[in-house]
């Protein structure tokens, strides 16, 4: 589908401030998927889409990441074929069920996500000396929320930073690191089912995936060189945002 170089335009900016703000607190989805169908793309084609360009803004925030020593390549080896997989098997029961029938579900768990975020101290405890995080709840985290983004997908990176910050005792900024692991996987097995299929528009993906590839190493320099305040605020923007947007779309639908 073609659309007007103008119209790229737009979309490229909107990738950057996607790639930006998801490298960060996740939520980019929140910014290209309303763009994409405002430039006039069908919902499915949008969908897509947005995975054939996101995928290249999680890979950028990934790479700064690991070149901080923010990824944990131990943690890493089981995170990301459990998102890999888990998003396959999201995209494939689509087949079974409505996406819509997880909205009541995610606005729950979105306002449960804020409440946690806003009363837990800028600082996770300290770990006692010895403590050993669990490479299966590492592996249950991206399995779950990797089903999630493969089935529906508002949210995945915030309730992947939120699970690794409760269930894993990361930091913000470890947290953001190993949530763009899972995040990365499961793009890549988006983008493969969606690609198959001839539902991506690489036309309009390709040169948003620059902006998102710019976009996904300047949030991560941000992540990388700010606080755990940080990302905690821009999680909690990302939220509220999220909350609104699903909201609206149960008051609508």
């Known amino acids: 589908m073609a659309v007007s170089p103008s119209t790229l335009s737009l979309l490229v900016l909107a990738s950057f401030l996607a790639g930006t703000v998801d490298a960060i607190g996740g939520g980019g989805g929140l ?7 405002a430039a006039g793309l069908p919902p499915v084609l949008a969908l897509g889409t947005n995975k054939g360009q996101s ?5 950028a925030a990934l790479l700064r990441y690991a070149r901080a020593g923010l990824v944990d390549g131990r943690v ?6 459990a998102g890999f997989v888990g998003s396959l098997g999201g995209a494939s029961l689509v087949l ?12 729950g768990l979105l306002v449960v996500v804020a409440v946690v975020l806003a009363l837990r101290p800028a600082a996770p405890a300290p770990r006692p000396a010895g403590a050993h995080r669990s490479l299966f709840v590492a592996a249950a985290i991206a399995l779950v929320i990797g ?3 493969g089935f529906f997908g508002p949210g995945t990176g915030t309730f992947l930073i939120f699970g690794f910050v409760l269930l894993f005792g990361a930091g913000m900024r470890e947290a953001s690191a190993d949530a763009k692991v899972v995040n990365f996987a499961s793009n890549l097995a988006a983008v493969a089912l969606f690609g198959s299929q001839g539902l991506v528009a690489w036309q309009v993906a390709l040169p948003m995936a620059a902006g998102q590839f710019a976009g996904g190493l300047a949030g991560a320099h941000l992540a990388v060189r700010g606080s755990d305040r940080l990302v905690r605020w821009v999680v909690l923007a990302v939220v509220v945002a999220l909350v609104a947007k699903v909201g609206t779309d149960l008051a609508g639908g």
Not at 55 to 59: A, E, Q, Y
């Open 76 to 81: 890493a080896r089981i995170t990301f074929p």
């Open 96 to 107: 079974l069920a409505p996406p819509a029938a997880l909205r009541p579900v995610v606005l």
């Open 31 to 37: 910014i290209t998927l309303p763009a994409l169908l």
């Open 55 to 59: 995928v290249f803004g999680s890979g």
């Open 147 to 149: 089903t999630y983004d």
